[in-house]
DNA sequence: TGGGGTTAT
DNA sequence: ATAACCC
């Protein structure tokens, strides 16, 4: 894989400080408390326009090629040749012809592909630590603090270029090899190019990283050299990287919303943010929310990456017109086939089940309605097997929710169907002697006789 | 704006 | 069930 970055400035390598009477480098007394929250080394990794990667490694001749990735009538992403042509992310497939017409496009409308190498870059970076946390498809939080530490604690002072960084330092800020924070923050730069190498190695992908103590900073250094380079902000330039933002909007954190609010108290800038008074800003947007976002202000943030596992829920949508009770339900068999599937490899069994909907209006940002209810039980049993058994009755439960929320007297314009499994549990947690298992039906004695089904507290659609 | 996801209230 | 956030 080609590098573009050169080493960085300010790291000399085999310049250690003075050692101990042991030989032990000087550092390694300098303990940080273990669980310590202060000073982690957290790295965002940021795959490159991700879909159209996954596009060109399916078939290589797009390779070259300006390409695009279409939903709809959008160009949801593209390659790097593609922007360089004028393609920007989730442009109008017109405007984008008409900027790029050599500009190929594929249909990425369908995420299943996407979906299942965004499932292999995560297991391929927990290989490396079990604390990664997935922000969409193509992103992931590492916590490297311990795997710093254990570099560190084998690190011999007479490696050659053992403490050398690796990748860009941000602002170009020199490096001091006496200072733990800078050693510890220079390994995790180690760390994050022998993850970059892997995955391109073994998936062929290529992506960014940003390496700092916590993972707002990682994930705003991340995007400082854009493709396929990694980053390295170091503490002391903390609050340049911050102020480098135009404006709030760009913070992680600060939503459409917030922004919104925050613009109507004169507050735009990340210097407003910090120097607006915190009382009137906790009643104006509830204590939660701006002690949060004034604290992202001043670059702190000291939210855990949370292993994300396996995911919440599994869910299939399709932007469509929809008019017609027919359509709807023609739709929603659409969709719970593909969910069926999905279910059926993932191996533990959803408990709930939710339908969303879109309805069409002229003016409102953001509108979604959604009625749920659990699965019935019986549903639940056959869902490891029978794929065709379920698709009947759970259309019947849907059905019964769309029309809880639609009335299907009246006219009625849908622009959205989404359908939903969540509540996911894996299947023979009950264990022999506890509570669980004689409360879990397909365990208990009455149940494996199948002349009984207890409901227990399931909710049936007939309540409706 | 698509086709997904998450957590908090 | 909705509202906010993320991509």
Redesign the pocket.
Known sequence: MERAEAGAAGSSPGALGPEEPGGLPWFHDQVVPAGSSSSRVIVHVDLDCFYAQVEMISNPELKGKPLGVQ????V?TCNYEARKLGVKK?MNVRDAKEKCPQLVLVNG?D?TRY?EMSYKVTELLEEFSPIVER?????NFVDLTEMVEKRLEQLQSDEPSALTVSGHVYDNQPINLHDILHIRLLIGSQIAAEMREAMYNQLGLTGCAGVASNKLLA?LVSGIFKPNQQTLLLPESSQDLIHSLNHIKE?????????KRLEALGISSVRDLQTFSSKILEKEL?I?VAQRIQKLSFGEDNSPV?P?GP?????????FKCSSEVEAKNKIEELLASLLNRVCQDGRKPHTI?LIIRRYSSEK??N??????PIPSHIIQKLGIGNYDVMTPMVDVLMKLFRNMVNVKMPFHLT?L?V?F?NLKALNTAKKGTIDYYLTPSLSTTSRSGKHSFKMKDTHMEDF
């Open positions: 939903q709809k009538y959008l949801v989730l409308e995420l979906r922000l969409g498809f193509d992103e994930k913070m992680p954190g600060i939503g459409y919303k917030t922004t509830g939660s949370t994300s995911p919440q829920s599994f869910s299939e949508e399709d932007s939710r940002h953001y979604r309605e959604s009625r749920q209810c959205l989404s939903c969540c």
